[in-house]
């Protein structure tokens, strides 16, 4: 049974940091590249950061480039996401996904809540 369970989330205030991971199972870990998105209410879900399978190139949206940082181990078939320097704008449902490049097989974690306010 593939699983994918982000956790990490919370209230935190401006300024602060939080970091999410994302714990796979079920499926070939290593051989998918590796995403977190973003939802805030009223919005649609928007990518934030990604990582291929072996976390040898990573892209950011521009929205949190030098704040956040994505990595991924493999060994124990989870992804992270460090969020630094968090901004109300932030504030959001983080998802998680995993995506196979030669076929586009695709998974999704359930989401965590993240609320940055003071």
């Known amino acids: 049974q593939v699983q994918l369970v982000e956790s990490g989330g919370g209230l935190v205030q401006p300024g602060g940091s939080l970091r999410l991971s994302c714990a796979a199972s079920g499926f070939t870990f290593r051989g998918y590249g590796m995403s977190w998105y973003r939802q805030a209410p009223g919005k649609e879900r928007e990518l934030v950061a990604s990582?291929?399978?072996?976390?040898?190139?990573?892209n950011y949206a521009d929205s949190v480039k030098g704040r956040f940082t994505i990595s991924r181990d493999n060994a124990k078939n989870t992804v992270y996401l460090q969020m630094n320097s968090l901004k109300p704008d932030d504030t959001a449902v983080y998802y998680c996904?995993?995506?196979?490049?030669?076929?586009?097989?695709?998974?999704w974690g359930k989401g965590t809540q993240v609320t940055v306010s003071s």
């Open positions: 990582i291929t399978n072996t976390g040898s190139s990573t």
């Open positions: 996904k995993a995506a196979r490049s030669w076929d586009l097989r695709t998974y």
